[in-house]
């Protein structure tokens, strides 16, 4: 999941901007009457909308693809898939990329978190992007390459390349914190609409994608392709940021400067006795996400599946449609209803209701149709019952991440960079430290 961070507002219109070169982060006043510039040609809205879709993009849009993998990872013996008999690639792919790309992703969370202040912002968005996009075009080079006798490599070399782009996951976050933690929350709001809209644009991708060709490997040409678009117009929005005046305004602005030392480990440990309760959050979210989507989502069939394999709703539309495009709708919707509603008067009741919804809700999951299956019953057998179940999943997890990060910053007074960055570590930690189970949860189906 992407943690964005909210508006981190001064007192008497201070605002915050990091100078890298001196390893400081430096305090500005601004003059408070000057009202700020117009957004010329609409570069600062269009590059937070778009730092945030492409900040989410790559592990989207890899589990979206559904149908690639199927056929990639399918018995060589055959020229098609059964999604009811899965091969063990088929059945693991899901729950291995997650799971390998869990203490990197830690480490690079860590060291992002130490050293990131020290380089530009602008310089961190340009080369992260500038690896994820070099990625994006080896991997889709690997497309109409026929992998049939090969297939453990191409496994080891797909889960090695996300494995990868998810290392600079944190590094890409980290420096969005810095840069929205001094701007307005309408700029903060179209950077979370942005990540929200990542996981439609690539199941609709996918989907229109899959209407266009029957051929798997020329859908996975036309939706990788297009990805890779996508990251190098964020990478141009990134070069041309300099010349928006709000960015200049709000972030470099010839302002007078007051110096305070920058981070140490001592100010993170003091915010986290502050936001304790929403870092109880973030762990009992992340910590049982394996329980749910997409380790065990990916591999639900249709209840018409068996009986109607030729009709494409069953073979074709329902994972990219049902699995990935509903629930990203209904993320979307739970980060439009979440507010900062988290006090420390109330936590409690929010941790109570993460937990039910945890363990509860996530827990069901076992009892849907997924296939293969060795140990649970399928209790849940009907289409409409995994929607709902999905659907209240999903719904309910975006809207509590939501308002973890919205109510971040009044709970955490003066110190709320600090504190977005301590939600991002925490939460790769915690994903860390229970991605190991992912695979685990697959074979107990």
């Given at each position: 999941?992407?943690?964005?961070p909210?508006?981190?507002?001064?007192?008497?219109?201070?605002?915050?901007?990091?100078?890298?070169?001196?390893?400081?982060?430096?305090?500005?006043?601004?003059?408070?009457?000057?009202?700020?510039?117009?957004?010329?040609?609409?570069?600062?809205?269009?590059?937070?909308?778009?730092?945030?879709?492409a900040?989410?993009?790559?592990?989207?849009?890899?589990?979206?693809?559904?149908?690639?993998?199927?056929?990639?990872?399918?018995?060589?013996?055959?020229?098609?898939?059964?999604?009811?008999?899965?091969?063990?690639?088929?059945?693991?792919?899901?729950?291995?990329?997650?799971?390998?790309?869990?203490f990197?992703?830690?480490?690079?969370?860590?060291?992002?978190?130490?050293?990131?202040?020290?380089?530009?912002?602008?310089?961190r968005?340009?080369?992260?992007?500038?690896?994820?996009?070099f990625l994006?075009?080896?991997?889709?080079?690997?497309?109409?390459?026929?992998t049939?006798?090969?297939?453990?490599?191409?496994?080891i070399?797909?889960?090695?390349?996300?494995?990868?782009?998810?290392?600079f996951?944190?590094?890409?976050?980290?420096?969005?914190?810095?840069?929205?933690?001094?701007?307005?929350s309408?700029?903060?709001?179209?950077?979370?609409?942005?990540?929200?809209?990542?996981?439609i644009?690539?199941?609709?991708l996918?989907?229109?994608?899959?209407?266009?060709?029957?051929?798997?490997?020329d859908?996975?040409m036309?939706?990788?392709?297009?990805?890779t678009?996508?990251?190098?117009?964020?990478?141009?929005l990134?070069?041309?940021?300099?010349?928006?005046?709000?960015?200049?305004?709000?972030?470099?602005?010839?302002?007078?400067?007051?110096?305070?030392?920058?981070?140490?480990l001592?100010?993170?440990?003091?915010?986290a006795?502050?936001?304790?309760?929403?870092?109880?959050?973030?762990?009992?979210?992340n910590?049982?996400?394996g329980?749910?989507?997409?380790?065990?989502?990916?591999?639900?069939v249709?209840?018409?599946y068996?009986?109607?394999r030729?009709?494409?709703?069953y073979?074709?539309?329902?994972?990219?449609?049902?699995?990935?495009l509903?629930?990203?709708?209904f993320?979307?919707?739970?980060?439009?209803?979440?507010?900062?509603?988290?006090?420390?008067?109330?936590?409690?009741?929010?941790?109570?209701?993460?937990?039910?919804?945890c363990?509860?809700?996530?827990?069901?999951?076992?009892?849907?149709?997924?296939?293969?299956?060795?140990?649970?019953?399928?209790?849940f057998?009907?289409?409409?019952?995994?929607?709902?179940?999905l659907?209240?999943?999903?719904?309910?997890?975006?809207?509590?991440?939501?308002?973890?990060?919205?109510?971040?910053?009044?709970?955490?007074?003066?110190?709320?960079?600090?504190?977005?960055?301590?939600?991002?570590?925490?939460?790769?930690?915690?994903?860390?430290?229970?991605?190991?189970?992912?695979?685990?949860?697959?074979?107990m189906?």
């Amino acid at each position: 999941m992407t943690i964005n961070p909210n508006i981190k507002k001064s007192p008497m219109g201070v605002s915050q901007m990091h100078n890298f070169d001196k390893h400081e982060i430096k305090i500005e006043k601004t003059d408070s009457r000057k009202e700020p510039p117009n957004d010329s040609y609409f570069i600062a809205s269009l590059l937070f909308f778009f730092t945030g879709l492409a900040g989410a993009l790559p592990l989207h849009f890899f589990l979206v693809a559904n149908d690639y993998w199927m056929y990639k990872l399918r018995d060589p013996e055959y020229e098609t898939y059964n999604l009811s008999d899965k091969t063990y690639y088929q059945k693991m792919f899901t729950s291995v990329s997650l799971a390998v790309q869990g203490f990197p992703c830690m480490i690079s969370a860590y060291l992002s978190a130490k050293f990131a202040l020290k380089i530009d912002v602008r310089k961190r968005f340009l080369f992260t992007l500038a690896i994820i996009s070099f990625l994006f075009v080896i991997f889709t080079s690997l497309v109409k390459i026929n992998t049939d006798g090969w297939q453990t490599v191409f496994f080891i070399t797909s889960v090695t390349v996300i494995t990868v782009i998810a290392l600079f996951h944190p590094l890409y976050n980290i420096t969005m914190m810095a840069l929205l933690s001094t701007f307005p929350s309408k700029y903060i709001k179209l950077n979370m609409y942005g990540s929200a809209m990542a996981g439609i644009f690539s199941s609709c991708l996918q989907i229109i994608s899959l209407s266009i060709s029957n051929s798997p490997k020329d859908v996975a040409m036309i939706y990788f392709s297009l990805g890779t678009g996508i990251i190098l117009f964020t990478l141009f929005l990134t070069y041309v940021m300099k010349y928006s005046p709000v960015v200049e305004y709000y972030w470099k602005g010839d302002h007078e400067e007051h110096v305070v030392p920058s981070h140490t480990l001592r100010d993170f440990k003091n915010v986290a006795f502050i936001i304790w309760p929403l870092l109880i959050i973030l762990v009992l979210t992340n910590g049982t996400s394996g329980l749910g989507h997409p380790n065990i989502t990916s591999l639900v069939v249709s209840d018409g599946y068996n009986d109607h394999r030729d009709n494409l709703w069953y073979s074709k539309y329902f994972v990219p449609t049902v699995t990935f495009l509903g629930t990203d709708i209904f993320s979307l919707l739970g980060r439009f209803f979440g507010q900062a509603y988290i006090t420390r008067k109330n936590s409690h009741w929010f941790i109570i209701l993460t937990a039910v919804r945890c363990f509860g809700i996530g827990s069901l999951f076992f009892f849907c149709n997924a296939r293969p299956r060795n140990y649970f019953p399928v209790l849940f057998p009907y289409d409409f019952e995994y929607m709902i179940i999905l659907y209240l999943y999903s719904f309910s997890a975006s809207f509590i991440m939501t308002t973890v990060i919205l109510s971040s910053p009044r709970m955490a007074g003066d110190q709320a960079e600090v504190a977005f960055v301590s939600i991002q570590v925490v939460a790769s930690t915690t994903t860390t430290l229970t991605s190991f189970l992912d695979p685990f949860y697959v074979k107990m189906l």
